[in-house]
């Protein structure tokens, strides 16, 4: 008498979006899986995200979406295709959390909050099949190329799955779980992976002890952001050691670019970007009535504080010129020294290289492992398209798993 063959089982190591799409998907397959993570508790990134209104995706026209993702975009479209912005909306509201679009066109749920998706993800994980296991540490792979998670009491977990996900994330905010720590593990294996670089991310700037300590946490808003003509208009923020914000980190892939090629470089902050130059420069030229240069700037040019003072930091001596005054409030220079470190960043650049990978995102040089989200070599701006290409390439990923194992099965 012969015995049923047990049906392959798989494993997902990364509990983070990514991981758990890809987990939803060999589930829905019908085959069991098991998802590992080192952290206590799963999903800490996204949760973290929840905090500033889980901006899930963005409403923007498909082509234009696309192309935010740079390079990446060239192997992203199938992908996002696979799982474009509306099906993310579908899937959200299937777990009770609607969606809407806001203002700027970014998507959010109703609650714009993240733990109450993500329990009734959980609860629907569970039911369909997928084992959750947190503190479990992946540590690389055995020299026949299994992979080696070690539970919190030490041990080495043997497991037998015949595919594997590895959604590991970046390595920005490391304490919420992602680390880069397997980057090392996965070129020990002679994969191909771009360093880790920050994203979306803030730079240093040498303000003056006085500026900084009198307007660090001050926003500038609205500013308009320029560089090697490309201009962001937004928010950003003065910190003690430099600028951070939305219009920073939509410039933050080329600036880190260029300070990595040519050292430090400069943008310039438009301080009133709703006001042309030559207005700005008339009402500069009136007389000032004894008030003094700050209070003058302030009302004729409607400066806040903040910025008023960040023209004294960068230009050190105001000119005196109205037109010449108008053409620094249009553009103050602010001279960046470098990325604030990964991780204080939001996402992470670099990763497996798209070579490495087929169609499914299955590493060519070790069939049967497949990698998702942030790990992988591509970077988008803040606007949900970071959580929409880590729900996507899980998607995929994960249906490319089931396919392997529905293979398996015979
Ligand atoms: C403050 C903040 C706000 C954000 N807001 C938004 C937003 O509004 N919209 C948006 O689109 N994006 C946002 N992002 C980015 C988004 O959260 C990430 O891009 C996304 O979480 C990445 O998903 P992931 O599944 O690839 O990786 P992660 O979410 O980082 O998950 C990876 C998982 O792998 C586990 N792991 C890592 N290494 C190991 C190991 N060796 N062994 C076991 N487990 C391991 C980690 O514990 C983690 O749970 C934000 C990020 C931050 C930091």
């Not at 299937?94 to 609860?123: D, H, I, M, N, Y």
């Not at 590991?168 to 020990?188: E, I, K, Q, T, Y």
């Not at 053409?327 to 990325?339: F, G, H, Y």
């Not at 299955?362 to 992988?376: N, Q």
Request: aromatic share 6%; with cysteine.
């Amino acid at each position: 008498m012969t015995s049923a063959l047990p049906r392959p089982s798989a494993i997902v190591i990364g509990a983070g979006p990514a991981g758990l799409m890809a987990a939803e998907q060999i589930a829905a397959a019908g085959f069991a899986v098991t998802v590992y993570d080192g952290m206590p508790s799963p999903a800490r990134k996204f949760l973290m995200a929840g905090r500033g209104g889980l901006n899930l995706t963005h409403s923007e026209d498909f082509s234009r979406f696309v192309q935010r993702y740079g390079e990446a975009s060239t192997r992203l479209s199938v992908i996002l295709d696979a799982f474009p912005p509306e099906t993310l909306r579908r899937w959200s509201a299937e777990l009770g959390e609607e969606t809407f679009v806001g203002s700027s066109g970014r998507v959010f749920p109703r609650s714009f909050k993240a733990s109450p998706l993500l329990r009734a993800w959980l609860r629907r994980l569970e039911a369909s099949g997928v084992t959750i296991r947190p503190r479990h540490r992946f540590e690389g792979f055995t020299e026949k190329g299994a992979p080696i998670v070690r539970d919190q009491a030490g041990e080495i977990v043997a497991h037998d799955a015949q595919v594997c996900v590895l959604a590991l994330g970046g390595a920005s905010w490391p304490r919420l779980g992602s680390d880069g720590a397997w980057v090392d593990m996965l070129r020990a294996r002679g994969l191909d992976v771009a360093s880790l670089a920050p994203s979306n991310c803030g730079f240093d700037v040498a303000w003056t002890k006085v500026f900084s300590s009198r307007f660090a946490g001050a926003p500038l808003k609205p500013v308009a952001l320029s560089f090697e003509g490309e201009t962001v208009r937004g928010e950003a923020t003065i910190t003690a050691d430099g600028l951070e914000g939305g219009a920073v980190y939509a410039l933050s892939a080329r600036l880190r670019e260029a300070i990595a090629a040519q050292g430090p470089c400069v943008i310039h902050a438009d301080l009133r970007p709703d006001v042309g130059a030559d207005v700005l420069a008339a009402r500069l030229s009136r007389p000032r009535a004894g008030q003094s240069a700050s209070t003058f700037l302030r009302k004729a040019a409607g400066l806040q504080p903040v910025a008023v003072a960040l023209l004294r930091d960068v230009s050190r001596v105001l000119p005196d010129n109205a037109d010449a005054l108008a053409q620094l409030i249009k553009a103050a220079p602010v001279r960046l020294l470098s990325p604030r470190p990964i991780a204080r960043a939001i996402s992470s650049a670099g990763g497996v290289r798209w070579s490495e990978l087929d169609d499914g995102l299955m590493l060519k040089r070790m069939p049967g492992v497949f990698v998702c989200g942030e790990m992988i070599d591509w970077e988008a701006p803040t606007g949900g398209y970071l959580l929409q290409g880590c729900f996507a390439t899980g998607v995929v990923a994960g249906q490319a798993a089931a396919t392997r194992l529905a293979a398996l099965a015979g």
